[in-house]
């Protein structure tokens, strides 16, 4: 609908001691698929900012360049919750089922109970900031709001429902990096030689290549390449169900030893002669009983934390075996595009800098070297010229 005449709008100047310019004008708004024309009205500065009632007005002419262009349409009033279920129904069905259960849950947890009952177009960088304090304790699960609560905006800016930036300016917490926790060799060994089949296997092969662990329980019959020693990442597994990689990178294939070929293919002889044709439908390595693929969670609750207990091993789960494996090729010097591409991580810092956790033998060397020297009465006179230079 287009607008129906020219506006120039009303000011209004407003207040005893601190006086305020009050711009009012109507829009025409989409309320349930029908149009309504409502009287709209917004504070343009005070009167230190405009002394005159022209500059006032000036300011009000620009408020109102969008409501008098012939382009103009009326705006969408839709609430934010109406809108968070068309856009779950057409877009986030599109995405992985991982990727949807988080999304459902932040958005009932934290993003529902801030944002229902308004309009979308009314969610502005001060609204946000009021609400980040609401979103969470972590400052990683407040970006994580926020990065969702940006996948719909782009949204609502594509349909047309919005057409401002609310996350101009908006501060979040500084996030706060932590430690991850990777097993060392020592540790990976203890786990192995612990460990029964076909959990013995499972365990090498998280080590040797550092899959992940829906990618471990994804691994099926045909992607293992018993003449060439190697595994093809080409499915995971995320709540019983299959789904693509994780990213592109994460498509990839990833040379093996002799020894866990030979363990795999033990594996997948005995399925063979227990189940023949019948229980493996999906084609899987790593299945239970009943054909169906191995529940990670269920896996390091039952079997992987126990025999970690039992060994005296601090706890871990099977993203450590992915972590020791990155620490693993930096310690025997592995060129960093090979581990890139066997991790499957397209961020170089990544490899590095989150999954590398080792000292590099030549600060070991240096601080080696430093103890000696401040427990000694005899000086070195190469350190003592640097600290004085």
Same mark, same amino acid.
């Given at each position: 609908?287009?607008?129906?005449?020219?506006?120039?709008?009303?000011?209004?100047?407003?207040?005893?001691?601190?006086?305020?310019?009050?711009?009012?004008?109507?829009?025409?708004?989409?309320?349930?698929?029908?149009?309504?024309?409502?009287?709209?009205?917004?504070?343009?500065?005070?009167?230190?900012?405009?002394?005159?009632?022209?500059?006032?007005?000036?300011?009000?002419?620009?408020?109102?360049?969008?409501?008098?262009?012939?382009?103009?349409?009326?705006?969408?009033?839709?609430?934010?919750?109406?809108?968070?279920?068309?856009?779950?129904?057409?877009?986030?069905?599109?995405?992985?089922?991982?990727?949807?259960?988080?999304?459902?849950?932040?958005?009932?947890?934290?993003?529902?109970?801030?944002?229902?009952?308004?309009? @979308?177009?009314?969610?502005?960088?001060? /609204?946000?900031?009021?609400?980040? $304090?609401?979103? !969470?304790?972590?400052?990683? #699960?407040? &970006?994580?709001?926020?990065?969702?609560?940006?996948?719909?905006?782009?949204?609502?800016?594509?349909?047309?429902?919005?057409?401002?930036?609310?996350?101009?300016?908006?501060?979040?917490?500084?996030?706060?990096?932590?430690?991850?926790?990777?097993?060392?060799?020592?540790?990976?060994?203890?786990?192995?030689?612990?460990?029964?089949?076909?959990?013995?296997?499972?365990?090498?092969?998280?080590?040797?290549?550092?899959?992940?662990?829906?990618?471990?329980?994804?691994?099926?019959?045909?992607?293992?390449?018993?003449?060439?020693?190697?595994?093809?990442?080409?499915?995971?597994?995320?709540?019983?169900?299959?789904?693509?990689?994780?990213?592109?990178?994460?498509?990839?294939?990833?040379?093996?030893?002799?020894? @866990?070929?030979?363990?795999?293919?033990? /594996?997948?002889?005995?399925?063979? $002669?227990?189940? !023949?044709?019948?229980?493996? #439908?999906? &084609?899987?390595?790593?299945?239970?009983?009943?054909?169906?693929?191995?529940?990670?969670?269920?896996?390091?609750?039952?079997?992987?934390?126990?025999?970690?207990?039992?060994?005296?091993?601090?706890?871990?789960?099977?993203?450590?075996?992915?972590?020791?494996?990155?620490?693993?090729?930096?310690?025997?010097?592995?060129?960093?595009?090979?581990?890139?591409?066997?991790?499957?991580?397209?961020?170089?810092?990544?490899?590095?800098?989150?999954?590398?956790?080792?000292?590099?033998?030549?600060?070991?060397?240096?601080?080696?070297?430093?103890?000696?020297?401040?427990?000694?009465?005899?000086?070195?006179?190469?350190?003592?010229?640097?600290?004085?230079?």
């Amino acid at each position: 609908m287009a607008r129906k005449r020219y506006q120039k709008g009303a000011l209004i100047l407003r207040g005893k001691r601190n006086k305020v310019w009050v711009g009012r004008w109507r829009e025409d708004v989409l309320e349930a698929g029908v149009v309504k024309r409502v009287l709209k009205a917004e504070v343009l500065g005070t009167l230190v900012d405009f002394p005159t009632k022209r500059l006032a007005q000036r300011e009000l002419d620009s408020r109102l360049d969008r409501v008098n262009s012939r382009s103009y349409r009326p705006s969408n009033n839709i609430k934010f919750e109406e809108f968070a279920e068309k856009w779950k129904a057409t877009v986030l069905v599109q995405h992985k089922p991982s990727t949807q259960h988080s999304v459902k849950s932040h958005l009932k947890n934290q993003l529902l109970p801030t944002l229902t009952g308004i309009s @979308v177009k009314d969610i502005t960088t001060e /609204l946000l900031q009021s609400c980040v $304090g609401t979103w !969470g304790t972590s400052p990683k #699960t407040v &970006q994580t709001v926020k990065l969702i609560l940006q996948m719909m905006w782009n949204a609502a800016k594509s349909w047309g429902i919005v057409t401002h930036n609310p996350f101009d300016g908006l501060r979040l917490p500084r996030p706060v990096k932590t430690e991850r926790r990777s097993f060392t060799l020592q540790e990976v060994k203890q786990i192995i030689e612990a460990a029964q089949e076909p959990y013995k296997t499972f365990y090498t092969l998280a080590a040797e290549t550092g899959m992940r662990a829906g990618e471990l329980c994804g691994l099926r019959v045909c992607d293992v390449d018993f003449q060439h020693c190697v595994v093809q990442v080409r499915q995971t597994i995320w709540g019983g169900r299959v789904q693509t990689p994780k990213t592109d990178r994460a498509t990839r294939t990833i040379a093996i030893s002799s020894n @866990v070929a030979k363990g795999l293919r033990g /594996l997948i002889e005995e399925q063979m $002669g227990l189940q !023949g044709n019948r229980g493996n #439908t999906m &084609q899987l390595v790593f299945q239970d009983r009943n054909g169906l693929p191995w529940n990670a969670n269920n896996l390091v609750t039952r079997q992987l934390q126990p025999l970690l207990r039992s060994l005296g091993i601090a706890p871990g789960g099977l993203h450590a075996f992915r972590h020791a494996s990155a620490t693993l090729m930096d310690g025997a010097d592995v060129a960093l595009k090979i581990r890139q591409d066997r991790l499957g991580h397209s961020d170089p810092a990544l490899t590095i800098g989150t999954y590398t956790h080792k000292i590099a033998a030549e600060e070991r060397r240096f601080v080696e070297d430093l103890g000696q020297i401040l427990n000694s009465n005899v000086p070195n006179l190469a350190v003592s010229e640097a600290a004085t230079a």
